[in-house]
Every structure is written in C-alpha cells, then in structure tokens.
C-alpha cells in the first residue's frame, strides 16, 4: 500500500476539445455557442462549447435535437485531421514532463509523474506548468486531476472543469467520495443503480456498507471492483503506448459511408496511419481487426490471425478489405476501425506473404517514405488513391 500510496498519476482532458479548437482558430466565435457535428437535420453532436452546454447541449445528442435547444448555436462540421495536429502539439508537452503517458482519445490521458516530482516538483506543480504550456502555446484550456491512481485522477478532473486543477490526496478520500452518488463510480450504470436503489443505496457511503461478499452476489466479477472503487482503490498502471497490447486507429466520419470507393479510400487512410504507427514504434502485428459501427449505432468486428507479423500499409488494406467483404457494406457506415494486435519486434519472424524480393522492396519503400514523413509531416507524403479527386485504388 506504501508504494501505491506514493503513486502521482494526472488525468489530463482539454476543456470541449473540438468546439474549443474552433473557438481558437475562429476567433469571432469566442464566447459564442458553438457545435461540431454532423447535418444540423440527422447528424450527431460530437462537441459543444460550454457556451452551448448552458442549453443542454451535450456530445451523442441528434443535432436537430441541439439546434432546437440552442437554435443561436454555430454548427460546424468535424475536422478531424486539424483536431490531431493539435492533440499531437498537446501530447508532445506532455511528453517533456513523463514518458509514462495512456491515452484515452485526441484530448485525454493519463500521466504517471511519480518519477518526475524530483526533476520538476510535486504533481500539483507539474500540472500547473502542463496547463501553461497547453495555453500559452495552443491557446487551449485544460483541467487536470492528481491524486495517487488513475480512478480518483479521473474524478478529480471531472470535478475541476471547466478549466480547472484539483489534487485528492490520501487524505481527502472519504471526504471527496462518501457524498456521491453510486453513478459517479465505474461501472455503474442505470441497471446496477437501480438494483442499489431497491436496497435503499444511492451513495457510495451506502455502497461502502455492503460485504465483498454481497457485491459479488449481486453484480459478479464486478462486484469486486466496486468494493474497491467505493473505497477509492484503483491499482491499475498507466500503460504507455510502449506497452500497449494493440495499435489502431478509428475515424468516425461527419457523412455516412455508403459509397464502397469511399470506403476502401477510408480503409486504406486508416491502414496506412496504423502502418506508420507500428514502424515508428518498430514493431508488426499479426492479428488484424475491423471495426464497423453504422448509422444506427450496431458495432461489429471482424478479425483474422496471419502467419506473420506485418507493418506495411497496402499489405494491411489488403487485410482489412477481405475482412470487410464479411460485412454488410451496403448500411450506412458511421465509423471504421483498423487494429494490428499479437506484436513483435519489427522484422521477426519468417514471411510467406511475399516472396523475399517483393517483402525487400516493401521494406525499403517504407523506410524512404518513413523517412520524408519525419521530414514534411505525415501529410507530405500520402498515396496518389488517397487524394480526392482520384477514384480508383
């Protein structure tokens, strides 16, 4: 527990992500509700500025159902692509301060600084210097959370926002928690909160009163979890990209797919940001998985296992397009996922994909388009199928 309790974890989210990288780059909207999303009449929220927000405005709402609520709101359309250029400026402070970094999305992570507090101070301080630079050098607001592991971090974020910093220390536990409702916690949605009520709980003190025993009656596996939560136990670690298990990347779009020559152009972007991931990190994976969520929300995955780990991006889009045949492209597809898990170190491993010359050429091309990636950026150099005017593969 000694070693736990000496644990400095920071759960680091921007403040409205995509709304306030507008407000940014749009000065005119600053202090006006502004909403990213899809078509005003069937699109999604995918953020809303505070300033919405005071309306009701939230994220996954239907846009029609926004604008009817703040009809004032400025609607405008997603632009991922400028929202991870900034996320990557985001990331790399967050780097300067710890190599210990999990992300969560484009504008969240975890952070274990319990190494760093001799080289730049205690975690509160390190936060604020974090929340500096973000606002100094993106113009951005982040809040941040500190306490000794990533569950308590998480809550002490959620209550410092908007734009704002708080530490639980040991100490503030019980205080912090013993007053909340049983909903704030992990894994506790409208069923479990409902079966609590029938027993006259509502808060995580009431939580608190029940054995182990008696929660893993009630809710199983989880039931353990919940013992731990309720008390403010969270012995998980920040796993680092270095450790991660898997490598994907998933696009939700701001139109629905349904033109197949879109699809495959939205395969092989994905194919191709996974494949320069991997390499960068020097490794290969031989276990590729689709990931297809359509227009109604229905998520399905399908995967194969190769005999060989792989890294290049056309060989990836090759996979990733025989595991969309077993799908029904012919729905409107919402978001698309490419992930390569079962790693090893890049180029072990015997290959049968390819005979040696082909597998040799492959390799090379890579490391020359590597190469003038870390040069130009990863958008100097792209494949000609990817441009839009192009309608073949």
């Given at each position: 527990?000694?070693?736990?309790?000496?644990?400095?974890?920071?759960?680091?989210?921007?403040?409205?992500?995509?709304?306030?990288?507008?407000?940014?780059?749009?000065?005119?909207?600053?202090?006006?509700?502004?909403?990213?999303?899809?078509?005003?009449?069937?699109?999604?929220?995918?953020?809303?500025?505070?300033?919405?927000?005071?309306?009701?405005?939230?994220?996954?709402?239907?846009?029609?159902?926004?604008?009817?609520?703040?009809?004032?709101?400025?609607?405008?359309?997603?632009?991922?692509?400028?929202?991870?250029?900034?996320?990557?400026?985001?990331?790399?402070?967050?780097?300067?301060?710890?190599?210990?970094?999990?992300?969560?999305?484009?504008?969240?992570?975890?952070?274990?600084?319990?190494?760093?507090?001799?080289?730049?101070?205690?975690?509160?301080?390190?936060?604020?210097?974090?929340?500096?630079?973000?606002?100094?050098?993106?113009?951005?607001?982040?809040?941040?959370?500190?306490?000794?592991?990533?569950?308590?971090?998480?809550?002490?974020?959620?209550?410092?926002?908007?734009?704002?910093?708080?530490?639980?220390?040991?100490?503030?536990?019980?205080?912090?928690?013993?007053?909340?409702?049983?909903?704030?916690?992990?894994?506790?949605?409208?069923?479990?909160?409902?079966?609590?009520?029938?027993?006259?709980?509502?808060?995580?003190?009431?939580?608190?009163?029940?054995?182990?025993?008696?929660?893993?009656?009630?809710?199983?596996?989880?039931?353990?979890?919940?013992y731990e939560l309720c008390r403010?136990?969270?012995?998980?670690?920040?796993?680092?990209?270095?450790?991660?298990?898997?490598?994907?990347?998933?696009?939700?779009?701001?139109?629905?797919?349904?033109?197949?020559?879109?699809?495959?152009?939205?395969?092989?972007?994905?194919?191709?940001?996974?494949?320069?991931?991997?390499?960068?990190?020097?490794?290969?994976?031989?276990?590729?998985?689709?990931?297809?969520?359509?227009?109604?929300?229905?998520?399905?995955?399908?995967?194969?296992?190769?005999?060989?780990?792989?890294?290049?991006?056309?060989?990836?889009?090759?996979?990733?397009?025989?595991?969309?045949?077993?799908?029904?492209?012919?729905?409107?597809?919402?978001?698309?996922?490419?992930?390569?898990?079962?790693?090893?170190?890049?180029?072990?491993?015997?290959?049968?994909?390819?005979?040696?010359?082909?597998?040799?050429?492959?390799?090379?091309?890579?490391?020359?388009?590597?190469?003038?990636?870390?040069?130009?950026?990863e958008n100097g150099v792209r494949?000609?199928?990817?441009?839009?005017?192009?309608?073949?593969?």
């Open positions: 527990m000694k070693n736990a309790l000496n644990r400095c974890i920071l759960h680091l989210d921007m403040d409205a992500f995509y709304a306030s990288v507008e407000q940014y780059d749009q000065p005119h909207l600053r202090g006006r509700p502004v909403v990213v999303g899809g078509h005003r009449q069937r699109g999604v929220v995918c953020a809303a500025s505070y300033e919405a927000r005071a309306f009701g405005v939230h994220s996954a709402m239907p846009m029609a159902r926004a604008v009817q609520l703040c009809p004032q709101a400025v609607v405008l359309p997603v632009r991922m692509q400028r929202y991870r250029e900034v996320s990557r400026e985001i990331f790399s402070i967050f780097a300067e301060f710890t190599d210990q970094i999990e992300p969560l999305s484009v504008d969240e992570a975890f952070l274990d600084v319990t190494g760093s507090r001799a080289l730049f101070g205690s975690g509160v301080e390190i936060a604020q210097e974090i929340r500096r630079r973000v606002r100094v050098e993106t113009g951005l607001a982040v809040s941040a959370g500190i306490a000794t592991n990533k569950f308590l971090a998480k809550m002490a974020s959620e209550a410092a926002k908007p734009d704002g910093l708080k530490e639980i220390t040991p100490g503030e536990v019980d205080d912090f928690l013993l007053s909340l409702p049983v909903s704030a916690l992990w894994g506790v949605g409208r069923t479990a909160e409902e079966k609590l009520a029938a027993y006259g709980i509502s808060t995580v003190a009431g939580l608190r009163t029940l054995s182990l025993e008696a929660l893993r009656k009630h809710f199983g596996k989880n039931g353990a979890r919940l403010g136990i969270d012995s998980r670690p920040v796993r680092s990209d270095e450790e991660s298990k898997s490598i994907g990347h998933e696009d939700t779009f701001e139109f629905d797919l349904l033109d197949p020559e879109e699809i495959r152009r939205a395969l092989l972007s994905l194919s191709e940001r996974v494949a320069s991931r991997l390499r960068r990190k020097k490794l290969q994976g031989s276990r590729v998985t689709l990931k297809v969520k359509y227009a109604d929300f229905t998520t399905i995955t399908k995967s194969k296992t190769l005999n060989i780990g792989i890294s290049n991006g056309s060989v990836i889009f090759q996979q990733a397009t025989e595991l969309m045949k077993k799908t029904d492209s012919s729905r409107p597809i919402r978001l698309l996922g490419i992930t390569l898990s079962t790693l090893d170190p890049l180029g072990s491993g015997q290959s049968d994909l390819f005979e040696d010359k082909n597998r040799k050429r492959l390799y090379l091309l890579d490391q020359a388009v590597d190469k003038l990636q870390r040069k130009y950026g494949k000609g199928s990817l441009l839009k005017d192009d309608s073949t593969l």
